[in-house]
């Protein structure tokens, strides 16, 4: 009996551990990889594998997400991490996170890629990098029986098999999804991942019918500086603006429009919706000191995000009171007297234990501006990985628009959406679990 072929499109955190688990459970693997070489947006990560402790932490931090597949995202995470290391990649415990068990690939994403490509390889598994996956096949019954693909700018072929897994990681690198999805401005969006995932999985699988899953219009990502900053793509964490959550964000009319204190992540889903998906953070001096300049930790270096986004290019000042800070972001466009009756309002709020009353509430983190000196940068939406895609069941099987499995189709990843839902509870959870799941299913 011949084994069962499968092929895996994409080789980041979803792919990598997909072919490697349909291996060990005796499949005939073939790995495909769109980039030069293998790890997808993996390999520009801190290497940061977490997720919620408790399936009700999961609920508290992603409270629109998926209930049956985040209750299997918790629970099946332990084993998961353990079958990794088994395998003998490093994954260091971060100790001290009440709602959290977070680990650190040790020394590196790079590293944790390197060994599973390694032990893919030498268990006999076949990877194809420059190789992109244009389209399905499928037989008269419905069944995928094979994949078309194109390895450089040679010509088409098809590869035959019995599943095809799909984890090209979403279609955030894909302007027409992106204007669909997440609207006019979403090409001011900076691409805070690597820059192959173009929706491929996501429109191949149309062709055979697979239904959306929710959260098609949300997105994880973080504020980055703005234009004309470029952040380089090796070094994104040094200049994620994490702290937005402890500051002030004003959009180009001067007036705050969200609640900061839901977290960057939400955030950065807000400001992409501004006018020219632009904001200023504007916070004091006890922000910068507390949260705007970061010890080395998590996997990223010692960062000042404020100083060295400002030498990047982007616009960023400080001034000694309010009314100075004002009237110098009126030459990026801002209008001083409504920028300044907004901080002062907000001050007033947040002296008052009013934030929450305020036309866009304040709920928690409620610092102040008033320790000078000030500052103000402008910050624009870094998107990592779109958070909607193919719907999927328990077993990664992906679903056609009446909710039937597809046969042979399998997804994981950001390929596989709904899971989380404007909330972010991890990524690279995403594609140990449903990888995992994907490439037992399917060799079984």
């Known amino acids: 009996m011949q084994p069962t072929k499968i092929v895996v499109a994409g080789a980041g955190m979803a792919g990598l551990v997909a072919a490697v688990q349909a291996q060990e459970r005796g499949a005939d693997v073939v790995l495909l990889e769109k980039g030069p070489q293998p790890g997808g947006s993996l390999a520009l990560s801190g290497g940061t594998l977490w997720c919620p402790r408790t399936v009700e932490d999961l609920r508290r931090l992603v409270p ?14 332990p084993a998961g991490v353990q079958w990794l290391r088994d395998r003998g990649t490093n994954l260091a415990l971060l100790e001290g996170l009440p709602d959290r068990k977070v680990y650190i690939m040790e020394p590196g994403p790079g590293a944790f890629i390197g060994q599973m490509v390694e032990r893919f390889q030498s268990g006999g598994g076949t990877l194809l990098v420059d190789t992109a996956a244009t389209a399905l096949l499928s037989n008269d019954a419905g069944q995928v029986s094979g994949i078309s693909v194109r390895t450089g700018d040679g010509p088409l072929q098809n590869i035959a098999c019995d599943r095809v897994i799909l984890a090209t990681g979403g279609f955030q690198a894909n302007p027409e999804m992106m204007a669909r999805y997440f609207g006019r401005w979403s090409d001011r969006l900076i691409l805070r991942s690597n820059p192959h995932s173009t929706g491929d999985g996501w429109q191949m699988a149309q062709l055979l019918h697979a239904g959306p899953s929710q959260a098609m219009g949300s997105f994880y990502g973080h504020l980055l500086p703005a234009p004309p900053a470029q952040v380089p793509t090796h070094d994104f964490i040094a200049y994620t603006q994490y702290h937005s959550a402890q500051g002030v964000l004003v959009n180009s009319q001067g007036e705050r429009f969200t609640d900061e204190s839901l977290g960057d992540e939400t955030n950065a889903q807000v400001v992409a919706r ?17 949260f705007a300049v970061r010890a080395e930790g998590g996997g990223a270096r010692a960062s000042d995000t404020f100083f060295e986004s400002k030498e990047l290019g982007a616009p960023a000042g400080t001034a000694p009171n309010l009314e100075e800070l004002a009237e110098a972001m009126q030459m990026w466009g801002l209008h001083a007297p ?10 007033q709020a947040v002296a008052q234990g009013s934030g929450a009353r305020l036309a866009a509430p304040r709920r928690q983190n409620a610092n102040p501006v008033l320790t000078p000196p000030f500052y103000a940068l402008g910050v624009t939406p870094g998107v990592t990985f779109t958070l909607g895609g193919l719907s999927i069941n328990h077993n990664a099987q992906v679903l056609d628009r009446s909710g039937h499995a597809i046969p042979g189709l399998y997804a994981a990843g950001a390929d596989a959406g709904g899971i989380h839902n404007e909330q972010y509870a991890g990524g690279l959870c995403l594609g140990l679990v449903f990888g995992r799941r994907a490439g037992q299913h399917a060799a079984a």
Do not use: C, K, M, W
């Open 338 to 347: 409504t920028l300044l009756a907004t901080l002062r309002s907000y001050n």
């Open 64 to 77: 629109r997400g998926h209930g049956e597949l985040g209750r299997i995202l918790v629970e099946d995470f």
């Open 274 to 290: 501004q006018p020219q998906a632009l904001a200023f953070l504007i916070f004091d001096d006890f922000v910068y000191r507390t």
